[in-house]
C-alpha cells in the first residue's frame, strides 16, 4: 500500500456494501494489500447496514485514514429510491485518475493487480477499459463454473465486442479512467444495474483489454449479492421487469451515441432476451430454432440441465433434492 500524502491519488478504488460483515474484511485487505508505485484511495459506501459491516469499516477507516474513505449511512438510500450508488456517492469524491471497481463481498487476490492494470492504461491512451478474469467461490452448493472467463487468452476488445459480450465481465475487476464517469448518460442513472451501462459508456469511448488472469474472486450465492435477492418472490415477474429495464437501457445508449452500434445493440438486445429465458427456464422456446445460435454459446454443463430438465422434468428433481439435501 503506497499512502497518498500529498501525491495525486492515481486509482480511486470503489465499493458499495449493504449487510456484508463476513466478507467485507476480505475486501479491505485485498485494497490494502495492493502493491503500487502510485497512491490510491478506497472509497466505500455502505447502505445503512443492519450487521456489523459499518463497524468493520470504521475499524479499517480508523486504522488507515489517509486511504479509507467512508461514507456510512443511517438510512438505506437504496430503499427510497436511490439506485445509483455508485454514480450518487462515490463517483462525485473519487481524486484518482482511474477508477476501480469492487463491490464488497468480492476480493481481489493479487496484489499486482492495480498496478497492472495502470500500466496498461497508461501505456494506451486509447483504451478506456481494463479487465481480467475471476475465480468463482460458491456460497453453499451450486453447479457451475469455477471461473469467470470471458475470453480464452489475453487481448484488445472492440467496442462491439464489449457491447455485445457471450459472458459478463466480473464487476471487481473493472478499472477504467475517471473522466469518463464525471457526466453520467441518462441510460447509466435510470439502469437496474450499474456495470453494464459502465461497459457501454467505456464502449462509446474506445477498446477494451483483457487480462487472462484470475486477480479477484466472485463470491456466487451471497445472502444479499443482487443475482440471490432476483431469486425470491416472483421470478418471473422480476425476470420480466429487468428485461424491460435493460431494453430501455441499450436503446437509450443506442440514441446516445447515434445508432453508431445500432445493429450490435439490437444483437445484444435479442441475447438478453434468450438468456431471460434461460433463466425463467422457458425451455420450449430456449431451445427452439430461432435462438440456436445463443443456445450453443452456453457452456456444456448448463445445455446438460437444460435438455435434462426439459426432457426428464422428474428425474432432474430427484437429483437437485438429493445433492441439495447435502446442505443440510
Known amino acids: 500500500m503506497t499512502s497518498a500524502g500529498s501525491e495525486p491519488v492515481m486509482v480511486s478504488i470503489c465499493c458499495i456494501t449493504y449487510n456484508q460483515e463476513t466478507y467485507i474484511r476480505a475486501a479491505l485487505d485485498g485494497f490494502l494489500n495492493q502493491e503500487t508505485d502510485f497512491p490510491y484511495e478506497v472509497l466505500i459506501h455502505d447502505d445503512a447496514s ?6 468493520i469499516i470504521r475499524e479499517y477507516a480508523e486504522k488507515y485514514p489517509e486511504v479509507v474513505k467512508p461514507i456510512l449511512q443511517t438510512e438505506n438510500q437504496y430503499s427510497q429510491g436511490r439506485t445509483n450508488i455508485s454514480g450518487t456517492y462515490n463517483f462525485p ?9 469492487c463491490e464488497g463481498d468480492d476480493y481481489w487476490t493479487d496484489p499486482h493487480k492495480l498496478q497492472r492494470q495502470v500500466d496498461f492504461m497508461e501505456a494506451n491512451p486509447g483504451c478506456s477499459l481494463v479487465f481480467h478474469s475471476a475465480q468463482v467461490q460458491v456460497e453453499g452448493r451450486a453447479f457451475t463454473e469455477r471461473r469467470m472467463r470471458p475470453y480464452r487468452c489475453s487481448r484488445r476488445i472492440s467496442p462491439e465486442e464489449i457491447i455485445d459480450k457471450t459472458s459478463g465481465y466480473p464487476t471487481a475487476s473493472l478499472l477504467f479512467r475517471a473522466e469518463m464517469v464525471r457526466e453520467l448518460p441518462d441510460y447509466y442513472i435510470g439502469a437496474p444495474i ?3 451501462p459502465l461497459q457501454l459508456m467505456a464502449a462509446a469511448d474506445g477498446w477494451a483489454y483483457y487480462m ?8 456466487l450465492g451471497g ?5 440471490e435477492l432476483m431469486k425470491k418472490g416472483d421470478r418471473e415477474e422480476k425476470a420480466r421487469r429487468y428485461y424491460l429495464q435493460m431494453r430501455r437501457m441499450y436503446r437509450a445508449f443506442d440514441d ?8 450490435t445493440v439490437i444483437h445484444a438486445v ?4 434468450f438468456l431471460t429465458k434461460v433463466n425463467t427456464k422457458d425451455y420450449r422456446l430456449v431451445l427452439s430454432g430461432q435462438y440456436r445460435e445463443f443456445y450453443r454459446e452456453l457452456n456444456l454443463r448448463t445445455r446438460f440441465f437444460i435438455r435434462l430438465e426439459a426432457g426428464a422434468p422428474a428425474l432432474y428433481s430427484l437429483l437437485y433434492r438429493l445433492y441439495h439435501a447435502g446442505k443440510r
Open 223 to 227: 445472502s444479499y449479492s443482487w443475482t
Open 194 to 196: 450499474a456495470d453494464i
Open 93 to 101: 469524491r473519487a481524486r484518482g485518475r482511474y477508477i476501480a471497481m
Open 270 to 273: 435479442r441475447r438478453l432476451y
Open 256 to 263: 446516445a451515441t447515434g445508432q453508431r452500434f445500432h445493429g
Open 212 to 219: 487472462d488472469r484470475p486477480m479477484c474472486v466472485y463470491r
Open 50 to 55: 443492519t450487521d456489523q459491516t459499518a463497524r
